[in-house]
């Protein structure tokens, strides 16, 4: 069988990527340009300034991943680009250089979902994993209970009703002085604390999540103490809340793998990279007899190789896009096949 190489590109929010992948596992090159330092002292991503570093960075990381991943651009198949959700002045310019590819190359389009990318980081990592299986992707924006019943199909069993967990983690290191981003400053220091502050953990008759509270919680805490005087022990306040987040997440994701009778759970997105969140899903998930797939930590932040894996399973099924493909801030992970 002839070997397909996909040329991925990601610019959902602020990291400008490019990735060459080889049958949807095999990473060749992965270009990602972080802009975390360029946003911290705004204390997140600021648009306007996101879309314009994408800009002047697109075409560098697209050469650099060609070059870096030892084939000619010739052998490239087909280009993979994430079209939504996200900063649609960020997603333009990507989808933007991916027309541009795909119509210089004479190869197929894939817009690609961004929820759909960070799963498929999982079939890089996990040679042999294959659907069907229960995701949990978590993030800035997104915090979602996924069945992936076949490359690229899926059914949502549970969605934030607010805050996604990330964003949360992100406005609790702001109002801590922690800086920006908030889940890896988080995660460390609460190793260093107890979780005996009783933060609130918000549970509904479904699958769906609710940051809102717990985070509104935690913020109100910080105050009250500093307005009484008291000493604040910043290391409790995150591994208390860091433990009640946690605890939502692997009790509806090993929930909704018991409804649908799946026995592996694949964890996706940016906070998946989480050292509570992984310790304890391995943790809860043995005790029922499940299997747990989780990326390495540089898959788990947004990439060009997830949006070529998740291409490449979409191309071999035949979904190809127009070149009249819009970019879309908000788009369903169900309706994929209706914009893509």
């Not at 549970?158 to 981003?181: C, F, N, Q, S, W």
């Not at 022990?233 to 018991?258: R, Y």
């Amino acid at each position: 069988m002839k070997d397909i190489y996909i040329l991925g590109i990601e610019t959902s929010c602020d990291e400008t990527s490019a990735s060459i992948v080889k049958n949807g596992r095999e990473v060749l090159s992965n270009i990602i340009s972080s802009q975390i330092d360029l946003h911290k002292e705004y204390g997140g991503v600021v648009p306007e300034i996101a879309s314009r570093k994408h800009v002047e960075l697109i075409i560098p990381v697209i050469n650099e991943a060609i070059k870096s991943s030892g084939i000619k651009k010739e052998m490239i198949s087909a280009v993979g680009v994430t079209f939504g959700p996200g900063l649609i002045g960020a997603l333009l310019v990507g989808l933007s250089a991916a027309k541009a590819m795909s119509y210089a190359l004479n190869v197929p389009l894939v817009g690609v979902h961004h929820i759909e990318g960070h799963i498929a980081a999982n079939f890089i990592e996990h040679k042999s994993l294959e659907p069907p299986f229960i995701s949990l992707v978590v993030s800035g924006g997104h915090s979602h209970i996924i069945e992936c019943t076949d490359y690229g199909e899926f059914k949502i069993h549970g969605r934030t009703r607010d805050d996604a967990v990330g964003e949360a983690y992100d406005k609790i290191a702001r109002t801590l002085g922690l800086g920006y981003p908030g889940g890896p400053v988080i995660d460390k220091i609460a190793k260093e604390g107890s979780a005996v502050i009783q933060f609130p953990r918000v549970h509904f008759e479904n699958l769906d999540f609710s940051f809102s509270g717990l985070k509104t919680a935690v913020i109100n805490y910080v105050h009250n103490e500093k307005m009484r005087g008291n000493e604040l022990n910043i290391t409790d306040v995150c591994a208390s809340f860091q433990s009640a987040a946690v605890d939502i997440l692997v009790e509806n994701t090993i929930k909704a793998a018991k409804l649908t009778g799946l026995g592996k759970i694949v964890l996706a997105g940016g906070v998946a990279s989480n050292s509570c969140l992984r310790a304890r899903m391995n943790e809860e998930a043995s005790k029922e007899g499940m299997e747990v797939y989780i990326p390495s930590p540089i898959l788990c932040t947004d990439n060009g190789a997830m949006v070529a894996s998740a291409a490449y399973f979409a191309y071999i099924k035949g979904r190809k896009s127009k070149l009249n493909l819009n970019a879309m801030a908000n788009v369903s992970l169900e309706e994929i096949a209706k914009h893509a």
